[in-house]
């Protein structure tokens, strides 16, 4: 494929208000003679194989590899996807990108609405040699079945419908509808029962705005934010409160982001439109910009389309079908500096936040290493690519990373592995403080940092028992950073596209 096959199908694209893959209608798609493959498996493999030969960043890399997504022998595209992303022997630099063929339910869920209990737990082995584990709420969600339930941070689940919580059984803490939980309280390694209450999940939105206050001491103000994924249902939410910190004069933020894993790239445009210095946004100074594969980089190069994105303070954007527009000329806060709270569950669109600052303002980091998810990806619906999409797939969707991102340093400061905490904290629910708490473990680092003095530390033996955590379930905006229709850069295509 060559430069100017590319801008031919991009400027038909574009003239017939379409999105694009090389194949554009049903009719295209040859008629196979392998009988033994379904027709749904058949078009998958065809669309998949279609949009990483184009839109892939590392299309070249793997060229060899996309002819095991053969429509005529391929039964499993979606693991077939998973195995050809870019590798560098065993490490995988690209572990984003997939193939799903239910779109509509990954795209809901990446909008914050899934059905859900509305608590996020952490897991810990109990004991070295066993299988038993505890689990520690880190976070309940407004208005959940969690929360009318009465769970809080720092609760302690020891059973599950009456069974003890283990290695094998303790993945029902996320995907079971209907759940019975038997909550302890842990001094060492002893576990005293209390408590026993019921839930039943249910579908609805999670508010990831999990706290805000501000903190009087040694003659100043320092804000706090703990935030949980960039979605669009908040930023209304997130204006208001920063128009509160300016009006509080708040000269630093304390921004947790240690359970944020993603999500719009509009909606970390408009916080780091209130964030940067005044003077950035009003010169409409460099935020980030994007590194495209070698087809992309000479398109946008040909049609003079920048791959930067510059601060400003005017937004719009389409929300539930409907257009939205909001200004934060009046809310830029004035800020001096920002203590980003990270741990291994900051991704994405927090580390591209935090990146995107970096090079007009003092940016500390607490905590623990982030995930580090540089690239960027589209959420292309096979619907969206295809002029008539076959029927077949009408379902079908693919996460492909198309971008590195850099800052205007052009710098990633989160690649390979993520981004380095200047001041090492853990993030300890099982202590029991609520977020927002001045004593809670990594907001009190954050505060000493900015002057706090708190009385002489207290043993934290009771509080936290040598316990190794386990591995739980990701939300669906983990790793994703998503740019609407509205801000792709690519012209006559319109894709849903995501970051991690």
């Not at 927002?436 to 207290?458: I, T």
């Not at 509080?463 to 739980?472: A, L, V």
Request: proline residues 4%; negative net charge.
């Amino acid at each position: 494929m060559d430069f100017k096959k590319l801008k031919l199908i991009l400027s038909y694209a574009l003239l017939s208000g379409i999105t694009f893959t090389s194949c554009t209608n049903e009719e295209n798609i040859d008629t196979p003679e392998n009988t033994s493959i379904t027709e749904e498996t058949r078009y998958a493999n065809k669309f998949a194989k279609e949009v990483l030969e184009l839109y892939y960043y590392w299309n070249e890399e793997i060229s060899k590899d996309l002819n095991k997504l053969d429509p005529e022998k391929n039964s499993d595209p979606i693991s077939t996807v998973e195995e050809i992303r870019y590798h560098d022997g065993t490490n995988q630099v690209d572990k984003w990108t997939m193939l799903t063929n239910n779109m509509d339910e990954f795209t809901s869920s990446v909008d914050g609405v899934s059905t859900t209990y509305g608590y996020t737990p952490m897991v810990y082995l109990l004991r070295e040699g066993s299988n038993e584990v505890i689990a520690a709420v880190a976070f309940v969600s407004e208005n959940s079945p969690a929360q009318k339930a009465g769970l809080k941070r720092g609760d302690l689940i020891y059973r599950i419908d009456g069974k003890t919580l283990t290695t094998e059984n303790y993945l029902d803490l996320f995907y079971s509808s209907q759940i019975k939980l038997s909550l302890a309280k842990l001094i060492g390694n002893t576990i005293t029962p209390t408590t026993e209450l019921s839930m039943t999940a249910v579908k609805m939105y999670e508010n990831p705005i999990l706290c805000d206050s501000v903190y009087n001491f040694d003659g100043k103000k320092v804000g706090y934010l703990a935030y949980s994924s960039f979605d669009l249902e908040s930023i209304p939410e997130l204006i208001n409160i920063c128009k509160d910190f300016k009006s509080e004069g708040i000269k630093e933020l304390v921004l947790d982001l240690r359970y944020n894993g993603g999500g719009y790239v509009i909606t970390e445009n408009v916080l780091a439109s209130m964030f940067a210095p005044q003077t950035n946004v009003t010169n409409k100074d460099i935020f980030e910009k994007e590194d495209y594969n070698d087809f992309f980089t000479e398109y946008y190069k040909q049609e003079g389309i920048s791959t930067e994105t510059r601060f400003e303070t005017e937004y719009n954007y389409n929300y539930n079908d409907i257009n939205q527009h909001v200004s934060t000329k009046d809310a830029n806060i004035g800020l001096e500096k920002i203590y980003g709270i990270i741990t291994g569950n900051s991704a994405s669109a927090s580390e591209a936040l935090l990146s995107g600052l970096m090079p007009y303002m003092d940016i500390e980091l607490i905590g623990e290493q982030s995930h580090g998810k540089y690239c960027t990806g589209w959420m292309l619906a096979a619907e969206d690519a295809y002029k008539t999409v076959p029927l077949a797939i009408k379902d079908w969707g693919i996460y492909v990373m198309v971008s590195i991102y850099k800052n205007a340093n052009d710098e990633t400061p989160c690649m390979p592995n993520g981004l380095t905490p200047d001041v090492k904290a853990e993030d300890n629910p099982i202590e029991a403080y609520q977020l927002g708490d001045e004593n809670e473990a990594m907001l009190k680092v954050a505060l000493q940092k900015a002057g706090k003095v708190y009385p002489e530390s207290r043993s934290q033996e009771a509080y936290t028992p040598n316990m190794k955590t386990i591995e739980t379930p990701k939300k669906a905006n983990f790793g994703r950073r998503i740019i609407i229709p509205s801000q792709s850069r690519m012209p006559g295509i319109g894709l849903k596209t995501t970051q991690e």
